[in-house]
Every structure is written in C-alpha cells, then in structure tokens.
C-alpha cells in the first residue's frame, strides 16, 4: 500500500515549457487535491477533484489545468511555466467527498522549478 | 484578514518542556479544525483533529478550541527532539481546507 505518489520528484523548467505533474493514490479514495507550498505563504489549494470526471478550481488555479483519469490519479498541468510557479506541489486524498472532514493524506510532494 | 493566521515566530523549547502553538482563524462559520506537522522536505501528517469546543488529548498533544473567540491551540508536552518540525493549523470551510503558515518548532536536547 504506497498511499499517495506523485512523479516526478524534481523538475527544472525553462519558462514556457510544458510539463505534466502525476499524482496516484491507492486506498479507494473518492477526493482529491492540488496544492502549492512558498516559502512564507503555506499551503495553498489549486484544484480539487470530489469524484471521478469531476474537477474544481481552489484557490490560486490561474495557470494550471487538472484531470481526473479515473478514481486513482488526478493529474495537473502546467501549459507555460512562470516563474512564479516555482515552488513545492503537494497532491493529497481523501475519503469522503470534499464537504467531510476526513484526514488528507499528502504525497511526497514535486519540488518545480522554473528558470 | 487571512484566513488562518499563524503569527509566532519560530519557537524554541528545552527537552520536556511545554510547547504552545496558537492559531486563528476568520470565518465564523468554520466546524472543523486540524493540526498537520510538517518535518523539514517532507509531506504534512494530521497530528490532531477537533470540532468542538474545548480540549482533546492525544498522548503527549492536546488541540484546544474556542469558537466564540475564532481561535485553535496546539500544546506539546514533554517535547522530545523527534517534534522539531513546523506545524501547519488548518480550518475547513468552503468544502476545503485552509492552512496557516505554519510555526516552526525547534526541541533543544
């Protein structure tokens, strides 16, 4: 049982690039998030899927696009990278739908940056 | 006003002592509240979790929460080297969470 995983682990960006952030989880879980983390500005929700086929902007999604696949992975984009989308990409799961207060398990986290 | 607000700076506490981490938070109608810890390059964990008024314990941590003052409190007691780390608050409203900045906290052997 790996819970959450999230690939890659690092990635330099030139700015413009493209890239694909990969996030899976394997504990059935129906919810599913996108969150950034700065230095000084803490956790910040970008995108959050309740259920398969079913996606929602959070707080900062300018930049970015979603994909939920199927009931494991939830996916984000980036289609021109800033450099102000520099910074650590943290995918989480959980349970419930999004209105529960069921923990959020975290993956290891995408450390991005873009040059 | 932000919504989660962490304000302390780092803290740091001898071996065995008592560390207090305090948050608050501005919507009212907020039912939920959590505590994660978050180790330096790593992914937060939930250490505690409360949704009414007063005090939970769990071993050696205990989450306080007052809704009438919009405010959520974590106590570390007999603070061990291993609880070094930052400590992310986070409120639920909106169907999602909101986190605070995190406190960071240094255990001195």
């Known amino acids: 049982n790996a819970g959450v995983t999230q690939t890659p682990k690092f990635q330099v960006l030139k700015t413009g690039q493209s890239m694909t952030l990969q996030c899976a989880q394997d504990m059935n879980h129906n919810s599913m998030y996108w969150y950034r983390q700065d230095p000084g500005m803490g956790l910040r929700l970008i995108y959050y899927?309740?259920?398969?086929?079913?996606?929602d902007k959070g707080e900062v999604p300018n930049g970015y696009n979603v994909s939920r696949l199927n009931k494991r992975e939830f996916s984000l984009r980036l289609e021109s990278a800033a450099p102000s989308q520099t910074s650590v990409y943290f995918c989480a799961s959980s349970e419930g739908g999004v209105w529960m207060d069921d923990e959020q398990f975290f993956g290891p986290g995408t450390r991005l940056t873009v040059l | 006003q932000k919504e989660v607000e962490q304000n302390s700076g780092p803290l740091s506490v001898p071996e065995g002592a008592i560390a207090s981490l305090n948050c608050t938070y501005s919507d009212r109608g907020s039912q939920s509240f959590f505590w994660y810890r978050q180790y330096s390059g790593k992914s937060p964990e939930l250490i505690m979790s409360?949704?009414?008024?007063g005090d939970k314990e769990d071993g050696r941590f205990t989450a306080q929460l007052n809704k009438a003052s919009q405010y959520v409190s974590l106590l570390i007691r007999d603070s061990q080297p291993s609880d070094s780390a930052t400590y992310l608050c986070a409120v639920k409203g909106n169907n999602r969470l909101a986190f605070g900045k995190g406190n960071q906290v240094v255990v001195i052997p």
């Open positions: 409360i949704y009414s008024n």
């Open positions: 899927s309740a259920s398969e086929g079913t996606t």
